[in-house]
């Protein structure tokens, strides 16, 4: 079993539609969790990260659910905008040696919103 | 505000030629680097990190190697370049968990 795996889509949207992500990781011992964004051809940039209780940015909603092992992120009234690719990323709840914190990336879900 | 800088940003190497990437951070001191490559269709592999100068960690045996000669600058080499080098090539700094990304490098090697 991957360590973090989703969907890698795509998934094609009109515009204005909702759409969601699911992400399920392997560690039940993990601590923190992140949605980033990757356009094509470019740097992965953090989107949001994850809180136990839920959290909303705008259009964006990530939830928790640490019983199942999965994270998901919501996207309201989708923009032509948003189309890219969303990496689900988690810290396995261990450190690397010496220091730092080793973060483990799922292959993403690629987004389409079309007119 | 901390920025990430990576060069050059595309670079074309003939099979057993060698390699130097370079990754510079700004706004920030004793920042943990990493180096990831993203390989076409997958995801992001780490391949180095360094908690400071002169200390490198490998995730994956490689012909790949990492320098870190100043604090706000970390390097990313290889003797000879095989074909599966070829791919994008991201330099991370990070504060307590999250990490922030430089533009990359894309290497294509033939």
């Known amino acids: 079993r991957k360590e973090v795996e989703q969907d890698p889509g795509p998934f094609n949207v009109p515009e204005g539609a909702t759409v969601a992500f699911n992400c399920t990781y392997s560690?039940?011992?993990?601590?923190?969790f992140f949605w980033y964004r990757q356009d094509c051809r470019k740097e992965p940039k953090l989107l949001m990260s994850v809180y136990s209780s839920g959290n909303e940015d705008g259009r964006f909603t990530a939830q928790l659910n640490r019983a199942s092992q999965y994270i998901s992120l919501l996207i309201r009234d989708s923009k032509l905008s948003d189309s890219a690719t969303y990496l689900c990323v988690v810290n396995m709840g261990y450190g690397l040696t010496g220091g730092g914190n080793k973060l483990t990336f799922g292959t993403g879900t690629q987004l389409k919103v079309e007119l | 505000s901390q920025t990430i800088h990576q060069w050059p940003a595309t670079l074309v190497q003939p099979v057993g030629s060698p390699l130097s990437l370079e990754c510079t951070v700004e706004?920030?001191?004793?920042?943990?680097l990493y180096w990831y490559r993203q390989a076409a269709g997958r995801g992001l592999q780490l391949l180095f990190y360094s908690v400071g100068i002169g200390q490198i960690s490998s995730e994956v045996p490689q012909n790949l190697s990492a320098s870190r000669p100043q604090d706000r600058q970390f390097i990313l080499s290889s003797k000879k370049l095989l074909l599966s080098d070829s791919g994008f090539y991201l330099c991370?700094?990070?504060?307590?968990?999250?990490?922030?990304f430089g533009p990359g490098t894309r290497l294509t090697v033939l």
């Open positions: 706004g920030t001191s004793n920042p943990n």
């Open positions: 560690n039940s011992a993990s601590q923190s």
């Open positions: 991370a700094w990070t504060t307590s968990f999250e990490q922030f």
